[in-house]
Protein backbone atom coordinates (compact mmCIF):
# COMPACT_ATOMS: atom_id res chain seq x y z
CA UNK A 1 0.00 0.00 0.00
CA UNK A 2 2.43 2.36 1.18
CA UNK A 3 5.17 1.43 -2.20
CA UNK A 4 2.22 1.96 -4.67
CA UNK A 5 0.89 5.27 -2.69
CA UNK A 6 4.49 6.63 -3.73
CA UNK A 7 4.46 5.12 -6.95
CA UNK A 8 1.15 6.99 -7.64
CA UNK A 9 2.40 9.86 -6.67
CA UNK A 10 5.80 9.73 -8.20
CA UNK A 11 4.08 9.29 -11.32
CA UNK A 12 1.65 12.29 -10.52
CA UNK A 13 4.96 14.22 -10.09
CA UNK A 14 6.19 13.18 -13.34
CA UNK A 15 3.30 14.12 -15.20
CA UNK A 16 3.54 17.24 -14.25
CA UNK A 17 6.76 17.85 -15.57
CA UNK A 18 5.45 16.57 -18.65
CA UNK A 19 2.28 18.75 -18.66
CA UNK A 20 4.73 22.05 -17.96
CA UNK A 21 7.03 20.62 -21.10
CA UNK A 22 4.17 19.83 -23.03
CA UNK A 23 3.25 23.55 -23.05
CA UNK A 24 6.32 24.75 -23.50
CA UNK A 25 6.45 22.21 -26.28
CA UNK A 26 2.89 23.12 -27.85
CA UNK A 27 3.58 26.97 -28.02
CA UNK A 28 7.26 26.76 -29.48
CA UNK A 29 6.02 24.72 -31.91
CA UNK A 30 3.03 26.78 -32.99
CA UNK A 31 5.47 29.43 -32.99
CA UNK A 32 7.86 27.81 -35.48
CA UNK A 33 5.45 26.60 -37.91
CA UNK A 34 3.19 29.84 -37.76
CA UNK A 35 5.87 31.82 -37.85
CA UNK A 36 8.07 30.14 -40.18
CA UNK A 37 4.70 30.02 -42.85
CA UNK A 38 4.69 33.49 -43.30
CA UNK A 39 8.40 34.63 -42.32
CA UNK A 40 10.13 36.26 -45.77
CA UNK A 41 13.09 38.40 -46.09
CA UNK A 42 11.42 41.28 -47.56
CA UNK A 43 9.75 41.41 -43.36
CA UNK A 44 13.20 42.70 -42.64
CA UNK A 45 13.57 45.06 -45.35
CA UNK A 46 9.64 46.52 -45.07
CA UNK A 47 8.21 48.68 -42.89
CA UNK A 48 4.33 47.81 -41.75
CA UNK A 49 2.82 50.09 -44.24
CA UNK A 50 4.18 48.00 -46.64
CA UNK A 51 3.86 44.36 -45.26
CA UNK A 52 6.88 44.01 -43.60
CA UNK A 53 8.19 44.53 -39.67
CA UNK A 54 11.36 46.28 -40.27
CA UNK A 55 10.35 49.73 -38.13
CA UNK A 56 8.67 47.69 -35.14
CA UNK A 57 11.89 45.16 -34.45
CA UNK A 58 13.83 48.46 -35.10
CA UNK A 59 11.66 50.23 -32.67
CA UNK A 60 11.09 48.03 -30.10
CA UNK A 61 14.84 47.50 -29.57
CA UNK A 62 15.60 50.92 -29.42
CA UNK A 63 12.35 51.21 -26.78
CA UNK A 64 14.06 48.74 -24.89
CA UNK A 65 17.83 49.76 -25.15
CA UNK A 66 16.95 53.12 -24.37
CA UNK A 67 15.61 51.90 -21.51
CA UNK A 68 18.54 49.47 -20.25
CA UNK A 69 20.61 52.57 -20.75
CA UNK A 70 18.89 54.45 -18.14
CA UNK A 71 17.51 51.59 -16.06
CA UNK A 72 21.08 49.46 -15.72
CA UNK A 73 23.41 52.41 -14.31
CA UNK A 74 20.71 53.41 -11.86
CA UNK A 75 19.27 49.84 -10.40
CA UNK A 76 22.92 49.06 -10.38
CA UNK A 77 24.03 51.85 -8.33
CA UNK A 78 20.94 51.87 -6.48
CA UNK A 79 22.04 48.01 -5.70
CA UNK A 80 25.30 49.25 -4.83
CA UNK A 81 23.40 51.24 -2.06
CA UNK A 82 21.60 48.91 -0.56
CA UNK A 83 24.31 45.90 0.01
CA UNK A 84 27.42 48.33 0.39
CA UNK A 85 26.56 51.92 1.86
CA UNK A 86 22.88 51.16 3.33
CA UNK A 87 22.45 50.64 6.64
CA UNK A 88 19.31 50.00 9.26
CA UNK A 89 15.95 50.48 7.95
CA UNK A 90 16.41 52.95 5.19
CA UNK A 91 17.98 50.28 2.87
CA UNK A 92 16.36 47.48 3.99
CA UNK A 93 12.96 49.74 3.28
CA UNK A 94 14.34 50.38 -0.26
CA UNK A 95 14.74 46.51 -0.68
CA UNK A 96 11.42 45.37 0.46
CA UNK A 97 9.75 48.43 -2.15
CA UNK A 98 12.18 47.24 -5.21
CA UNK A 99 10.95 43.92 -4.21
CA UNK A 100 7.24 44.81 -4.62
CA UNK A 101 7.99 46.81 -7.35
CA UNK A 102 9.58 43.60 -9.69
CA UNK A 103 5.95 42.15 -8.81
CA UNK A 104 4.23 45.35 -9.68
CA UNK A 105 1.11 45.19 -12.72
CA UNK A 106 2.86 46.54 -15.77
CA UNK A 107 -0.30 48.20 -17.00
CA UNK A 108 -0.64 50.42 -13.67
CA UNK A 109 3.55 51.77 -14.52
CA UNK A 110 1.74 52.67 -18.05
CA UNK A 111 -1.13 54.59 -16.73
CA UNK A 112 1.06 56.43 -14.38
CA UNK A 113 3.72 57.25 -17.24
CA UNK A 114 0.80 58.01 -19.20
CA UNK A 115 -0.18 60.56 -16.34
CA UNK A 116 2.75 62.77 -16.40
CA UNK A 117 4.85 62.08 -19.57
CA UNK A 118 1.88 61.46 -22.31
CA UNK A 119 -1.62 63.66 -21.27
CA UNK A 120 0.22 66.80 -20.76
CA UNK A 121 2.31 66.86 -24.00
CA UNK A 122 -0.97 65.96 -25.90
CA UNK A 123 -0.30 62.72 -26.91
CA UNK A 124 1.42 59.43 -27.05
CA UNK A 125 5.17 59.37 -27.53
CA UNK A 126 8.65 57.49 -27.80
CA UNK A 127 10.14 59.05 -24.82
CA UNK A 128 6.95 58.00 -22.09
CA UNK A 129 7.84 54.20 -23.63
CA UNK A 130 11.26 54.34 -22.48
CA UNK A 131 10.48 55.69 -18.86
CA UNK A 132 8.02 53.22 -18.64
CA UNK A 133 9.95 50.17 -19.73
CA UNK A 134 13.08 51.38 -17.39
CA UNK A 135 10.84 51.86 -14.51
CA UNK A 136 10.15 48.05 -15.07
CA UNK A 137 13.76 47.47 -15.47
CA UNK A 138 15.32 48.96 -11.92
CA UNK A 139 13.77 47.27 -9.50
CA UNK A 140 15.16 44.41 -11.85
CA UNK A 141 18.50 45.07 -11.91
CA UNK A 142 18.43 45.90 -8.09
CA UNK A 143 17.66 43.28 -6.65
CA UNK A 144 19.87 41.39 -9.17
CA UNK A 145 22.64 43.68 -7.88
CA UNK A 146 22.00 43.62 -4.38
CA UNK A 147 22.26 39.71 -4.61
CA UNK A 148 25.32 39.05 -6.31
CA UNK A 149 27.39 41.94 -4.19
CA UNK A 150 26.15 39.65 -1.05
CA UNK A 151 27.76 36.71 -2.87
CA UNK A 152 30.72 38.43 -2.73
CA UNK A 153 33.60 37.29 0.03
CA UNK A 154 33.75 40.29 2.87
CA UNK A 155 37.43 38.93 2.75
CA UNK A 156 37.75 40.65 -1.42
CA UNK A 157 36.14 44.51 0.64
CA UNK A 158 39.06 43.81 3.27
CA UNK A 159 41.69 43.21 1.13
CA UNK A 160 40.99 46.39 -1.05
CA UNK A 161 40.53 48.59 2.24
CA UNK A 162 43.66 47.34 3.51
CA UNK A 163 45.49 48.40 0.32
CA UNK A 164 44.81 51.89 1.13
CA UNK A 165 41.80 52.37 -1.86
CA UNK A 166 38.98 54.14 -1.17
CA UNK A 167 35.64 52.44 -0.60
CA UNK A 168 34.03 53.41 -3.62
CA UNK A 169 37.46 52.73 -5.64
CA UNK A 170 37.02 49.20 -3.73
CA UNK A 171 33.17 48.31 -4.71
CA UNK A 172 34.17 49.70 -8.64
CA UNK A 173 37.23 47.62 -8.68
CA UNK A 174 37.51 44.84 -6.73
CA UNK A 175 33.47 44.08 -5.51
CA UNK A 176 32.19 44.30 -9.10
CA UNK A 177 34.22 42.90 -11.02
CA UNK A 178 33.81 40.30 -8.61
CA UNK A 179 29.93 40.00 -9.43
CA UNK A 180 30.32 40.91 -13.29
CA UNK A 181 29.17 37.92 -14.56
CA UNK A 182 26.19 37.44 -12.06
CA UNK A 183 25.35 40.91 -12.85
CA UNK A 184 25.55 40.26 -16.52
CA UNK A 185 23.32 37.79 -16.75
CA UNK A 186 20.87 39.23 -14.47
CA UNK A 187 20.93 42.33 -16.67
CA UNK A 188 20.01 40.16 -19.90
CA UNK A 189 17.56 38.52 -18.33
CA UNK A 190 16.03 42.15 -17.35
CA UNK A 191 16.50 43.22 -20.62
CA UNK A 192 15.10 40.34 -21.66
CA UNK A 193 11.76 40.32 -19.85
CA UNK A 194 11.17 44.52 -20.77
CA UNK A 195 11.93 43.53 -25.03
CA UNK A 196 8.98 41.47 -24.63
CA UNK A 197 6.56 43.73 -22.86
CA UNK A 198 3.35 45.39 -24.01
CA UNK A 199 1.21 46.22 -21.53
CA UNK A 200 3.58 49.35 -20.42
CA UNK A 201 3.73 50.60 -23.62
CA UNK A 202 -0.32 50.55 -24.70
CA UNK A 203 -0.76 53.65 -24.06
CA UNK A 204 2.86 55.87 -23.60
CA UNK A 205 4.81 54.84 -27.09
CA UNK A 206 1.47 53.41 -28.51
CA UNK A 207 2.93 51.96 -31.83
CA UNK A 208 3.91 53.40 -35.95
CA UNK A 209 3.08 52.22 -39.16
CA UNK A 210 6.18 53.93 -40.26
CA UNK A 211 9.85 54.19 -39.96
CA UNK A 212 10.87 56.94 -37.36
CA UNK A 213 14.03 57.47 -34.52
CA UNK A 214 11.66 60.46 -33.33
CA UNK A 215 11.04 59.94 -29.72
CA UNK A 216 8.81 62.84 -29.59
CA UNK A 217 6.02 61.09 -31.65
CA UNK A 218 4.21 57.91 -31.36
CA UNK A 219 7.06 54.81 -31.50
CA UNK A 220 7.00 51.71 -33.61
CA UNK A 221 6.77 48.87 -31.07
CA UNK A 222 6.68 45.46 -32.15
CA UNK A 223 4.85 43.85 -29.03
CA UNK A 224 2.23 46.79 -29.54
CA UNK A 225 1.54 45.86 -33.33
CA UNK A 226 1.40 42.59 -32.38
CA UNK A 227 -1.42 43.03 -30.28
CA UNK A 228 -3.26 45.29 -33.13
CA UNK A 229 -2.90 43.11 -35.49
CA UNK A 230 -3.67 39.74 -33.87
CA UNK A 231 -6.89 41.39 -33.55
CA UNK A 232 -7.34 42.31 -37.21
CA UNK A 233 -10.29 40.18 -38.77
CA UNK A 234 -7.83 39.90 -42.25
CA UNK A 235 -6.00 36.82 -42.39
CA UNK A 236 -2.76 38.40 -43.20
CA UNK A 237 -2.45 40.79 -40.65
CA UNK A 238 -3.05 37.63 -38.37
CA UNK A 239 -0.05 36.08 -40.16
CA UNK A 240 2.27 39.02 -39.82
CA UNK A 241 1.61 38.95 -36.21
CA UNK A 242 2.27 35.25 -35.52
CA UNK A 243 5.57 36.14 -38.16
CA UNK A 244 6.50 39.02 -35.41
CA UNK A 245 5.63 36.68 -32.70
CA UNK A 246 8.14 33.94 -33.99
CA UNK A 247 10.37 36.86 -33.98
CA UNK A 248 10.21 38.35 -30.83
CA UNK A 249 10.02 35.27 -28.32
CA UNK A 250 13.29 33.99 -30.65
CA UNK A 251 15.08 37.77 -29.42
CA UNK A 252 14.17 37.01 -26.09
CA UNK A 253 14.93 33.07 -26.10
CA UNK A 254 18.03 33.67 -27.22
CA UNK A 255 19.16 36.42 -24.86
CA UNK A 256 18.04 34.89 -21.68
CA UNK A 257 20.05 31.92 -23.05
CA UNK A 258 23.08 33.89 -23.24
CA UNK A 259 22.63 35.11 -19.76
CA UNK A 260 22.22 32.02 -18.41
CA UNK A 261 24.87 30.52 -20.13
CA UNK A 262 27.06 33.26 -19.17
CA UNK A 263 26.55 32.01 -15.37
CA UNK A 264 27.20 28.33 -15.92
CA UNK A 265 30.66 28.93 -18.12
CA UNK A 266 31.79 30.13 -15.04
CA UNK A 267 30.56 27.05 -12.74
CA UNK B 1 34.24 61.64 -5.45
CA UNK B 2 33.87 59.06 -2.48
CA UNK B 3 31.26 61.71 -1.08
CA UNK B 4 30.02 62.42 -5.03
CA UNK B 5 29.98 58.68 -5.55
CA UNK B 6 27.90 57.78 -1.93
CA UNK B 7 25.42 60.63 -2.88
CA UNK B 8 24.64 59.65 -6.54
CA UNK B 9 24.26 55.82 -4.81
CA UNK B 10 21.79 57.25 -1.89
CA UNK B 11 20.48 59.27 -4.76
CA UNK B 12 19.67 56.18 -6.97
CA UNK B 13 18.34 54.11 -4.20
CA UNK B 14 15.83 56.98 -3.51
CA UNK B 15 14.32 56.74 -6.43
CA UNK B 16 12.22 53.67 -5.79
CA UNK B 17 10.76 55.13 -2.77
CA UNK B 18 9.91 58.13 -4.85
CA UNK B 19 8.45 56.35 -8.03
CA UNK B 20 6.17 54.14 -5.92
CA UNK B 21 5.18 57.52 -3.96
CA UNK B 22 4.56 58.67 -7.65
CA UNK B 23 2.90 55.91 -8.67
CA UNK B 24 0.38 56.16 -5.75
CA UNK B 25 -0.27 59.81 -5.84
CA UNK B 26 -0.22 60.17 -9.12
CA UNK B 27 -3.38 57.68 -9.88
CA UNK B 28 -5.24 59.12 -6.61
CA UNK B 29 -4.86 62.57 -8.42
CA UNK B 30 -5.79 61.16 -11.80
CA UNK B 31 -8.43 59.33 -9.86
CA UNK B 32 -9.87 61.86 -7.76
CA UNK B 33 -12.74 63.16 -10.12
CA UNK B 34 -14.16 59.59 -10.24
CA UNK B 35 -13.17 58.97 -6.45
CA UNK B 36 -14.87 62.45 -5.64
CA UNK B 37 -18.41 61.47 -7.55
CA UNK B 38 -19.03 57.47 -6.97
CA UNK B 39 -17.04 57.08 -3.97
CA UNK B 40 -16.04 53.52 -2.50
CA UNK B 41 -19.51 52.70 -3.80
CA UNK B 42 -17.79 52.51 -7.21
CA UNK B 43 -16.56 48.69 -5.86
CA UNK B 44 -19.98 47.63 -5.67
CA UNK B 45 -21.47 49.34 -8.51
CA UNK B 46 -21.70 47.25 -11.72
CA UNK B 47 -22.66 50.00 -13.95
CA UNK B 48 -19.92 51.06 -16.68
CA UNK B 49 -20.57 54.00 -18.66
CA UNK B 50 -24.17 54.13 -18.24
CA UNK B 51 -26.46 56.93 -18.93
CA UNK B 52 -28.83 57.42 -16.00
CA UNK B 53 -31.54 59.96 -14.81
CA UNK B 54 -29.82 62.43 -12.39
CA UNK B 55 -32.27 61.90 -9.63
CA UNK B 56 -31.58 58.28 -9.86
CA UNK B 57 -27.92 59.07 -9.11
CA UNK B 58 -28.06 60.63 -5.56
CA UNK B 59 -29.98 57.21 -4.97
CA UNK B 60 -26.75 54.96 -6.02
CA UNK B 61 -27.79 52.35 -4.00
CA UNK B 62 -30.38 51.14 -5.89
CA UNK B 63 -30.45 50.86 -9.33
CA UNK B 64 -32.45 51.10 -12.31
CA UNK B 65 -34.07 48.17 -13.73
CA UNK B 66 -33.02 49.35 -17.62
CA UNK B 67 -29.16 49.07 -15.50
CA UNK B 68 -29.66 45.92 -14.85
CA UNK B 69 -31.27 44.87 -17.96
CA UNK B 70 -28.56 46.18 -20.32
CA UNK B 71 -25.65 44.69 -18.42
CA UNK B 72 -27.72 41.39 -18.57
CA UNK B 73 -27.89 41.78 -22.53
CA UNK B 74 -25.49 43.23 -24.38
CA UNK B 75 -27.01 43.51 -27.84
CA UNK B 76 -29.95 45.00 -26.88
CA UNK B 77 -28.19 47.16 -24.46
CA UNK B 78 -26.20 48.07 -27.03
CA UNK B 79 -29.09 49.77 -29.04
CA UNK B 80 -31.17 50.81 -26.16
CA UNK B 81 -27.92 52.80 -25.15
CA UNK B 82 -28.20 54.35 -28.23
CA UNK B 83 -31.89 55.02 -28.21
CA UNK B 84 -31.19 56.43 -24.21
CA UNK B 85 -28.41 58.55 -25.99
CA UNK B 86 -30.28 60.61 -28.30
CA UNK B 87 -33.09 60.71 -25.56
CA UNK B 88 -30.60 61.97 -23.01
CA UNK B 89 -29.44 64.56 -24.95
CA UNK B 90 -32.57 66.06 -25.56
CA UNK B 91 -33.55 65.90 -21.90
CA UNK B 92 -30.04 66.67 -20.60
CA UNK B 93 -30.51 66.14 -16.90
CA UNK B 94 -28.97 62.22 -17.06
CA UNK B 95 -25.05 61.75 -16.08
CA UNK B 96 -22.86 58.98 -16.97
CA UNK B 97 -22.07 56.30 -14.37
CA UNK B 98 -19.19 53.98 -14.03
CA UNK B 99 -18.86 51.21 -11.01
CA UNK B 100 -16.48 49.14 -10.85
CA UNK B 101 -17.37 45.52 -9.78
CA UNK B 102 -17.35 43.91 -12.99
CA UNK B 103 -13.51 44.24 -13.62
CA UNK B 104 -12.85 43.75 -9.65
CA UNK B 105 -15.00 40.25 -10.01
CA UNK B 106 -13.50 39.35 -13.40
CA UNK B 107 -9.83 40.03 -12.05
CA UNK B 108 -10.29 37.82 -8.76
CA UNK B 109 -12.17 35.41 -10.77
CA UNK B 110 -9.66 34.70 -13.24
CA UNK B 111 -6.93 34.76 -11.15
CA UNK B 112 -8.77 32.41 -8.57
CA UNK B 113 -9.02 29.84 -12.00
CA UNK B 114 -5.53 30.36 -12.45
CA UNK B 115 -4.60 29.28 -9.42
CA UNK B 116 -6.72 26.60 -9.40
CA UNK B 117 -5.49 24.94 -12.22
CA UNK B 118 -1.57 25.98 -11.82
CA UNK B 119 -1.13 24.61 -8.11
CA UNK B 120 -1.47 20.73 -8.33
CA UNK B 121 0.52 21.13 -11.25
CA UNK B 122 3.16 23.63 -10.57
CA UNK B 123 3.66 21.42 -6.78
CA UNK B 124 4.14 18.17 -9.29
CA UNK B 125 7.00 20.21 -10.80
CA UNK B 126 8.54 21.48 -7.79
CA UNK B 127 8.68 17.92 -6.24
CA UNK B 128 9.58 16.40 -9.95
CA UNK B 129 12.79 18.74 -9.82
CA UNK B 130 13.48 18.83 -5.95
CA UNK B 131 13.24 15.35 -5.46
CA UNK B 132 12.75 12.58 -8.30
CA UNK B 133 14.79 13.44 -11.40
CA UNK B 134 18.62 12.94 -11.75
CA UNK B 135 20.88 16.10 -11.37
CA UNK B 136 21.47 16.75 -14.80
CA UNK B 137 17.34 16.37 -15.98
CA UNK B 138 16.53 18.40 -12.98
CA UNK B 139 18.86 21.07 -14.61
CA UNK B 140 17.47 20.29 -18.21
CA UNK B 141 13.33 20.49 -17.48
CA UNK B 142 14.23 23.23 -14.71
CA UNK B 143 15.90 25.81 -17.36
CA UNK B 144 12.56 24.85 -19.68
CA UNK B 145 10.47 25.90 -17.30
CA UNK B 146 11.86 28.86 -17.04
CA UNK B 147 12.38 29.41 -20.72
CA UNK B 148 8.25 28.99 -20.79
CA UNK B 149 8.30 31.85 -18.15
CA UNK B 150 10.29 34.17 -19.81
CA UNK B 151 8.00 34.09 -23.02
CA UNK B 152 6.41 37.49 -23.50
CA UNK B 153 2.80 37.35 -22.13
CA UNK B 154 1.33 38.44 -25.75
CA UNK B 155 2.20 35.49 -26.91
CA UNK B 156 0.51 33.53 -24.37
CA UNK B 157 -2.63 35.35 -25.29
CA UNK B 158 -2.30 34.50 -29.00
CA UNK B 159 -1.47 31.23 -28.73
CA UNK B 160 -4.32 30.68 -26.27
CA UNK B 161 -6.90 32.49 -28.49
CA UNK B 162 -6.40 30.47 -31.55
CA UNK B 163 -5.15 27.15 -30.25
CA UNK B 164 -6.20 26.94 -26.52
CA UNK B 165 -9.64 28.38 -26.27
CA UNK B 166 -10.92 26.35 -29.56
CA UNK B 167 -10.43 22.93 -27.58
CA UNK B 168 -11.48 24.45 -23.93
CA UNK B 169 -14.45 25.46 -25.18
CA UNK B 170 -15.29 22.35 -27.14
CA UNK B 171 -14.90 20.11 -24.12
CA UNK B 172 -16.44 22.74 -21.54
CA UNK B 173 -19.28 24.31 -24.19
CA UNK B 174 -19.42 28.14 -24.20
CA UNK B 175 -18.01 30.79 -25.51
CA UNK B 176 -13.91 30.77 -26.64
CA UNK B 177 -13.16 34.20 -24.94
CA UNK B 178 -14.50 33.43 -21.13
CA UNK B 179 -13.42 33.79 -18.30
CA UNK B 180 -12.65 29.76 -17.99
CA UNK B 181 -10.17 30.29 -20.95
CA UNK B 182 -8.63 33.67 -19.51
CA UNK B 183 -8.65 32.23 -16.51
CA UNK B 184 -6.46 28.59 -18.05
CA UNK B 185 -4.24 29.93 -20.02
CA UNK B 186 -3.65 32.75 -17.26
CA UNK B 187 -2.67 29.19 -15.04
CA UNK B 188 -0.41 28.62 -17.63
CA UNK B 189 1.57 31.78 -17.15
CA UNK B 190 1.93 31.73 -13.62
CA UNK B 191 2.87 27.61 -13.36
CA UNK B 192 6.77 28.16 -14.16
CA UNK B 193 6.71 30.92 -11.90
CA UNK B 194 5.10 29.30 -9.40
CA UNK B 195 6.83 26.01 -9.85
CA UNK B 196 10.22 27.59 -10.02
CA UNK B 197 9.92 29.82 -6.71
CA UNK B 198 8.25 26.53 -4.90
CA UNK B 199 11.24 24.16 -6.06
CA UNK B 200 13.43 26.62 -4.42
CA UNK B 201 11.64 26.40 -1.42
CA UNK B 202 11.69 22.72 -1.22
CA UNK B 203 15.40 23.01 -1.91
CA UNK B 204 16.15 24.65 1.65
CA UNK B 205 15.25 21.40 3.58
CA UNK B 206 18.75 20.41 5.27
CA UNK B 207 19.76 17.34 3.35
CA UNK B 208 20.40 15.60 6.85
CA UNK B 209 16.55 15.83 7.66
CA UNK B 210 15.65 14.36 4.27
CA UNK B 211 18.67 11.31 4.63
CA UNK B 212 16.96 10.54 8.76
CA UNK B 213 13.80 10.09 6.67
CA UNK B 214 14.92 7.46 4.27
CA UNK B 215 17.09 5.53 6.73
CA UNK B 216 14.08 5.21 8.43
CA UNK B 217 12.70 3.22 5.41
CA UNK B 218 10.58 6.08 4.55
CA UNK B 219 9.13 6.21 1.21
CA UNK B 220 10.06 9.51 -1.36
CA UNK B 221 6.37 10.02 -0.89
CA UNK B 222 6.43 9.96 2.83
CA UNK B 223 9.36 12.36 2.69
CA UNK B 224 8.15 14.66 0.71
CA UNK B 225 4.09 15.04 2.38
CA UNK B 226 6.08 14.65 6.34
CA UNK B 227 9.35 15.91 6.43
CA UNK B 228 9.96 18.26 3.41
CA UNK B 229 6.51 19.74 2.85
CA UNK B 230 5.99 20.43 6.74
CA UNK B 231 9.46 22.23 6.84
CA UNK B 232 9.08 24.10 3.61
CA UNK B 233 5.11 25.23 3.93
CA UNK B 234 5.51 28.72 4.89
CA UNK B 235 7.41 29.24 1.77
CA UNK B 236 5.32 27.65 -0.83
CA UNK B 237 2.30 29.28 0.47
CA UNK B 238 4.84 32.62 0.01
CA UNK B 239 5.36 31.54 -3.29
CA UNK B 240 1.32 30.61 -4.29
CA UNK B 241 0.33 34.18 -2.79
CA UNK B 242 3.24 35.66 -4.85
CA UNK B 243 1.85 34.22 -8.13
CA UNK B 244 -1.15 35.02 -6.82
CA UNK B 245 -0.08 38.42 -7.05
CA UNK B 246 1.31 38.26 -10.46
CA UNK B 247 -1.70 36.80 -12.08
CA UNK B 248 -3.82 40.04 -10.49
CA UNK B 249 -2.04 42.51 -12.45
CA UNK B 250 -1.47 39.92 -15.95
CA UNK B 251 -2.92 42.27 -18.78
CA UNK B 252 -2.10 41.22 -22.30
CA UNK B 253 -2.67 37.01 -22.14
CA UNK B 254 -6.14 37.87 -20.21
CA UNK B 255 -6.85 40.45 -23.11
CA UNK B 256 -7.09 38.59 -25.87
CA UNK B 257 -9.45 35.76 -24.11
CA UNK B 258 -11.95 36.98 -21.04
CA UNK B 259 -14.01 38.97 -23.94
CA UNK B 260 -13.89 42.62 -22.63
CA UNK B 261 -17.19 42.82 -21.64
CA UNK B 262 -18.61 44.85 -18.85
CA UNK B 263 -21.40 41.65 -17.59
CA UNK B 264 -20.99 40.36 -14.97
CA UNK B 265 -20.74 36.18 -15.76
CA UNK B 266 -23.24 33.84 -14.74
CA UNK B 267 -21.68 30.57 -16.03
CA UNK B 268 -17.80 30.39 -16.09
CA UNK B 269 -17.60 30.08 -19.76
CA UNK B 270 -19.65 33.76 -20.25
CA UNK B 271 -17.21 36.46 -21.38
CA UNK B 272 -16.46 39.44 -18.83
CA UNK B 273 -13.67 41.72 -18.19
CA UNK B 274 -10.58 42.40 -15.79
CA UNK B 275 -8.95 45.21 -14.32
CA UNK B 276 -5.92 44.98 -16.69
CA UNK B 277 -7.99 44.45 -19.86
CA UNK B 278 -10.35 47.62 -18.93
CA UNK B 279 -7.64 49.44 -18.75
CA UNK B 280 -5.62 48.26 -21.81
CA UNK B 281 -8.84 48.18 -24.35
CA UNK B 282 -10.86 51.36 -22.94
CA UNK B 283 -7.74 53.75 -22.17
CA UNK B 284 -7.05 55.01 -25.33
CA UNK B 285 -11.12 56.29 -26.30
CA UNK B 286 -11.43 57.86 -22.89
CA UNK B 287 -11.33 61.05 -21.20
CA UNK B 288 -12.82 63.32 -18.40
CA UNK B 289 -14.59 60.71 -15.68
CA UNK B 290 -14.28 57.41 -17.88
CA UNK B 291 -10.38 58.19 -17.58
CA UNK B 292 -10.77 58.92 -14.43
CA UNK B 293 -12.74 55.67 -13.82
CA UNK B 294 -10.13 53.85 -15.60
CA UNK B 295 -7.90 55.61 -12.78
CA UNK B 296 -9.95 54.72 -10.18
CA UNK B 297 -9.54 50.90 -11.51
CA UNK B 298 -6.11 51.21 -11.44
CA UNK B 299 -5.34 52.41 -8.32
CA UNK B 300 -7.70 49.55 -7.21
CA UNK B 301 -5.83 47.05 -8.55
CA UNK B 302 -2.23 48.60 -7.72
CA UNK B 303 -3.39 47.86 -3.92
CA UNK B 304 -4.75 44.62 -4.62
CA UNK B 305 -1.64 43.56 -5.46
CA UNK B 306 0.68 45.48 -3.37
CA UNK B 307 -1.20 44.24 -0.73
CA UNK B 308 -0.99 40.65 -1.83
CA UNK B 309 2.77 40.98 -2.80
CA UNK B 310 3.54 42.28 0.40
CA UNK B 311 1.89 39.67 2.46
CA UNK B 312 3.99 36.99 0.41
CA UNK B 313 7.09 38.67 1.05
CA UNK B 314 7.16 39.67 3.99
CA UNK B 315 4.98 37.53 6.10
CA UNK B 316 5.67 34.47 4.70
CA UNK B 317 8.99 34.59 2.45
CA UNK B 318 10.84 36.59 5.00
CA UNK B 319 9.63 33.63 7.94
CA UNK B 320 11.41 31.01 5.34
CA UNK B 321 15.22 33.73 5.11
CA UNK B 322 15.63 33.86 8.95
Not at chain 1, 189 to 194: G, P, S, T
Request: glycine letters at 8%.
Amino acid sequence: MRLQLNKLFLALSVFSALIGLGFLGWILITLFVKGLASMHLSLFLNDLVDGGLRNLIVGQLILAGLAALVGIPLGMVAGIYIREYGRGKYAELIRDLSDIMVSAPSIVIGAFVYAFAVAPFGGANGFAGVIALSIMMIPIIINTTDSMLSLVPKELREAGIALGASKYRVILDIVIKAAKVGIMTGVLLAFARIAGETAPLLFTSETSNYFSLDLRDSFPSLTVSIYNLANEPEKSSRDLAWAASFILTAMVLIINLVGRYLTRHKK
Amino acid sequence: MEKLFQKISFASATLVLILLLGIFTTLYISAKPAIDEFGLHFIVDKRWNQEVPLTQTDNTLTQTPTAVDENADDEIADEDDMILDEDDEEAADTKTVYGGLVPIVGTILSTLIALTFALPIAMGIAVFLAEIASKNVSKFVGIAIELLAAIPSIIFGMWGLYYFAPIISDTFGGYQVSLLTAGLVLGVMILPFMAAVTRDSMNTTPDVLKESAYALGATKFEVVKDVIFPYSKVGIIGSIILALGRALGETMAVAFLIGAVYSLPEKITDPTISIPVAMAVNFGEASGLGESALFYLGLILFVMSFAVISLAKFYFLKRVKS
